[in-house]
Structure formats: C-alpha cells, structure tokens
C-alpha cells in the first residue's frame, strides 16, 4: 500500500535584498576567496577594454596614414599644376618643385618647397618657400598663410627691445633677441642717442603673414613677417636672415631718431643716407668698432689722409659741369667719396666723431663749417695738411702698400 507524500509550497513576498539573502543562505557556509568575482570582472573588462583600444588605434593610425598619403599626393598634384601655369604664363622660365614636408591641421596644409627656376639666360636659382593651401569644393586652393599653424601669441623681452611673436617662431626669436639687444645698444652710442630704459623699450612685431620688406609703423614698432614666409636659398639660415632684416630696419628706425634730436638740415639728408649705407656695410662688427679705441682694425682701408679728389668730391657743386644723363656717375662717385670719407672721419677721430658730425649737420649750413666743427681744423687746414702728408711705411693703411 502506498502512501501519498503531500507536499505544501509556500510563495513568499520579498523585497530584492532580502531574497538575495534567502537564496544565498545555504552557501553561507562555503569558502570564497574575498573579492575574487569582482577581480576577475576588473581583470576582464581591462582586458577587453585594452584590446578595443589597441584595435581603434591601429584603425586611426592607418586611416591617418592613408589620409596624410592621400593628401601629399593631392596637394603635389597641385603643386605640378602651379608650375605647369607658370611655364604657360612665362614660357622663358623653367620651374621645378620639389615638396620637402607637409604639416596638416584642422584649418589647411602648410608646405615647405625647394623651387627651382631657371631664367632664359640659364640662370639657376634655388629658393625654400612655405605655401599654404586650404580645402575648397572637395579639393585644394592655394591661399595665404594659415596663422593656425604658428600658435599662440607670445613675447620675450630684452633689455632695450620688446618682442612679438607666436610660438612656432620662438626658436628664432630666441636666437637673434640678445645680437640685435647688444647691436641696438652699440647703434644708439655711435649715432650718441641715449640709452633706453626697459619703460621705453622699442617693439619689434614678428607677425603669421607677408610684410615686404618688413616696415616701422608710426608707433615706432618694427614689423617683419615670420621666418617661415622668407623667400631664403637653401644654404641661408632663417635665423641668420631674420637677423639681418631687423637689423636694417632697426639702423634706419634709429638713424631717423638721430636726425630728429639733431634736427638735421635738409640738405645734409643725403649725407646721412649715405651714413645709413656706411653702418649697413659694418654691421657685423659694430659692437667693438664702438669700443675699440684703435678703429683701424675694422677699418683695413681707411687712409690717413683721404684723397684730395674723394675730400673735394663731397663738397664741390659741379653737378652743372656733367653733361646731361651723366648724373648717375655723379651720384656713384658722392656714394663712394662718402665712404671714404666716414672711414676717414672714425679712423682719424674715433667712432664719437659720427655723433659729432650728426650734430653738425644740424647747425652748420657749408662744408667748411661742418669740418671745422668736427675735425677742429679749417678744411684749408686739412687740405694743406694732406698736400703735404707723406706717408712711412708704418703709417700706411693696410692693404695700401
């Protein structure tokens, strides 16, 4: 006879934790390491998170390469149709580009370019040159330079000079900021204008776009594009050039400063241009030609006496006597006397004596008063003095032997 087992089920109402907690009981007993389901979870979601990122960057990194390729081949596509139009426009002339890099950002492509023209007579110049192109109808337009590119603005003082600038062109800033400092201060000594305190610094203004040949704006701040825009050959450093085009903007901005204390005359201007080109030509050592007590040594052809010609030339009036369409020689032997001259002037009475005769310029009104003022002697003095003049052999210039 069998009998029946009855069983009774009992449905309990529970809220979540507390079911969690009925169910689990019977495991209550058993041994877990402590943490070791959420470790393994970690461990796993690292895991797969890694190797999701290592998928995504190796996707990125061949999509970028693909684009870069893609865009060095349509940019030089370009860049053969540039030179393709220019051989059409000036079929005498022969170009050749050859792409050296390009840098790409959300805004356009800047590329740097070696250009290679040859001119009918079979000249050959070499050129660097940065282009910059944009996107345009699914394509590329050359346009004017992207100051994306250059970053943010920045500036860097020195003790006489404030600059401007952005930081793609700080290592050439940083490279010409104490020579022009240490030039500008030499300049200001010769032309014997006093030295500038830090309040009242000049500007000088490095600026993402083309400034030929660079300019001073009425609030004295010189202005020069960026390196990167320079039309430069291959063997010329960008810094070297920078260098050299702040420091002739800075002769002529300062040399007008000197003209303005010395309220020089009208007709002494083309004097003192002909001074701006002397100071342009020994540039590179003027620092210690201000120095130095003895010129002589960066005055190697500079006479004791200046020739009676080149001393004359200066200051005869006999620009009636050339035939007309002869004032171009004229105007090349006053250029070459004035040089003679001012080498003449500091190798004889040192560099202070081009302050001195800056201030000349202001006052005397004739040669004769000029040269008195600034040698102390009469020019019948001088004239005399270099007619009789016969120089030994320990007294005659180098290079004049």
Known sequence: MQHLTQM???????????????????????????????????????????????????????????????????????????????????????????????????????????????????????????????????????????????????????????????????????AVAEPLTTFHGALRQLLGLPALAPSARITVSIVPEYVAPGEIIPDRCIVQPSSLLFDARPDEELDALLYARLRHLMIAQTMQEAVDQNHVKAAWLPLVAHLQVWIQAHGDHLPLLVEMSDPSTFLPHADRWLSTYRFTTLFVDDVEDYAQGYQVYRNQSVASAAQSFFDFLVFNRGPSSIARLLAAFGTADTWPAVIEEVFGMTLEEILLARASYVPTSNEIAPGKE
């Open 8 to 174: 009774e089920w009992e449905i309990l109402e529970a809220e979540a934790e507390e079911w969690a907690h009925r169910t689990s009981a019977r495991h209550a007993d058993e041994y877990q390491p402590r943490g070791w389901s959420r470790a393994a979870s970690l461990i796993a979601t690292v895991t797969i998170v890694a190797m999701l990122a290592m998928i995504t960057s190796h996707r990125v990194q061949v999509e970028t390469e693909t684009s870069a390729a893609a865009i060095h081949r349509e940019v030089g596509a370009l860049v053969q149709v540039e030179s393709l139009h220019e051989y059409v426009t000036n079929p005498a002339t022969q170009e050749e580009v050859v792409i050296e890099s390009i840098a790409r950002n959300a805004s356009g492509v800047m590329v740097r370019a070696a250009v290679t023209k040859t001119l009918p007579m079979g000249h050959v110049l070499v050129r660097k040159e940065t282009r910059f192109y944009r996107p345009f109808a699914g394509g590329w337009q050359r346009t004017a330079p992207l100051h994306s590119f250059w970053g943010r603005a920045t500036a860097l003082d020195t003790a006489t000079i404030h600059f401007d600038f952005h930081e793609l062109d700080r290592p050439y800033v940083a």
